[in-house]
């Protein structure tokens, strides 16, 4: 039996046009030790009734996703986050899928890191050299109204398809 919600395997990044034409795939390793963290911030109104009691009625949520590669960072995902940044910078539209077996569960994110630190370094004996530094935020861009947890030991697959359809086209 599976004790964690909403998959294991790593994160992947779409990086889209305007009209949602992919143009990158970013399929990054596993995080570090930290993994991914998933951070639900509430929105709504907070007023005291007549008689103290505090009243909250919550209207929404937003996601916010750290993806941790602080501890030794392979290569390949060095310049996946160079490739995000410079989506980023180029106001490309970003879509993550926190864990890439369950690919319907996505959401569509911005990129809210003001900076990201990058330090060489090399390690051990043998001199196993490799970047670490990195953590990579996001916060959904559109209000969210369900968590749509998935319970990893009530998903069963049957066939081979695909299950998600964005109407996304993939561009060469």
């Avoid at 399929?27 to 509430?42: L, M, S, Y």
């Avoid at 749509?148 to 060469?172: A, D, E, L, R």
Wanted: aromatic content about 16%; charged content about 25%.
């Amino acid at each position: 039996m599976k004790e964690y919600i909403n998959g294991n395997r790593a994160s992947v990044i779409h990086t889209a046009d305007d009209n949602y034409n992919i143009e990158k795939v970013l399929n990054f390793d596993r995080c570090d030790e930290e993994g991914i963290k998933e951070i639900p911030r509430f929105f709504g109104t907070k007023r005291q009734l007549l008689w103290g009691a505090l009243d909250y009625e919550c209207e929404y949520f937003l996601l916010d996703f750290e993806l941790s590669f602080k501890s030794l960072s392979r290569l390949v995902n060095t310049f996946y986050i160079q490739d995000l940044l410079q989506a980023k910078v180029n106001n490309k539209i970003l879509i993550l899928i926190p864990h890439s077996e369950y690919e319907w569960r996505y959401f569509e994110v911005e990129c809210t890191n003001d900076e990201v630190e990058l330090r060489n370094v090399i390690t051990g004996i043998n001199s196993g050299v490799g970047v670490e530094g990195f953590v990579l935020k996001f916060t959904t861009k559109y209000p969210q109204y369900d968590f749509n947890w998935i319970n990893p030991n009530s998903v069963y697959y049957i066939g081979c398809c695909n299950p998600v359809n964005w109407g996304i086209k993939q561009v060469s």
